[in-house]
């Protein structure tokens, strides 16, 4: 039994949504009942919802539409652990995004992966990275999820060492969190000798390279003045000797 008096928006919505559509138009129809305004605003509210529905569908059941993200990384390091900060960004001096979920951390096969979610925006975006450890680590990663759009991993090592590079990828270049150099101490002051000993080298490879590659051309350089000078006096000769005979 539909009572008349209680048919309001709300009260209309529901009962549309519970399959009673036809009956409220009945009541309307043997009744003339007026419920112009009560219908209208029912049909808004249900078009919300759909509407929210459709966006929700887009966003997560079709995987094809998202945005995928490298997180940011920043990381420090004592002999013992190592602490890594990911920032839910795509720069570094970009905000972080809002509403991030779904962590999760792995470490398979030397690997560890960290990925996450967002939906900001109305936009799903998928937060993936992996890195292939210099050297091994524990398998109980503790992390926790830090301010917004933000995290922090501690990384126990096996080996009690400091590690010149976070990844065995040169071509992964991980920014120092040097914000917990007062904090760790000594062991970040070491790390930050191991570099700058490595770019010293670096710099001195690179002038011995240069100082012999500016060797080598001097000595190659008198026996191509030899050839030439042979090449010339030979020319000449040839002209001599076409000219005469």
């Not at 292939?132 to 080996?159: A, C, D, F, R, Y």
Request: with cysteine; charged share 25%; proline share 2%.
């Amino acid at each position: 039994m539909i009572d008349e008096n209680q048919l309001d928006c709300q009260t209309i919505e529901l009962l549309i949504t519970r399959g009673f559509g036809q009956q409220i138009l009945d009541l309307i129809t043997e009744e003339q009942i007026i419920l112009e305004s009560h219908l209208q605003c029912a049909k808004q509210s249900i078009q919300n919802d759909l509407l929210q529905l459709e966006q929700l569908k887009k966003r997560f059941t079709n995987h094809d539409n998202h945005v995928l993200i490298k997180p940011i990384i920043l990381w420090a390091q004592s002999r013992a652990n190592i602490l890594i900060k990911v920032k839910f960004a795509h720069r570094i001096d970009a905000p972080a995004y809002i509403s991030v979920k779904n962590h999760e951390i792995k470490y398979i096969n030397e690997k560890l992966s960290i990925s996450a979610e967002s939906d900001q925006n109305n936009i799903l975006t998928k937060f993936y990275l992996e890195i292939p450890l210099l050297n091994k680590i524990h398998q109980n990663i503790e992390w926790q999820v830090e301010s917004v759009g933000t995290m922090v991993l501690n990384i126990t090592k096996v080996e009690s060492q400091l590690w010149l590079h976070l990844s065995k990828n040169k071509n992964d270049k991980f920014q120092i969190w040097w914000d917990l150099k007062e904090q760790i101490g000594k062991d970040m002051e070491d790390f930050s000798k191991l570099i700058d000993n490595q770019e010293d080298n670096f710099k001195n490879k690179k002038k011995q390279q240069k100082k012999n590659d500016s060797q080598q051309q001097s000595q190659q350089q008198p026996s191509s003045i030899k050839k030439n000078l042979f090449i010339t006096f030979f020319l000449r000769l040839k002209q001599w000797f076409n000219k005469w005979f």
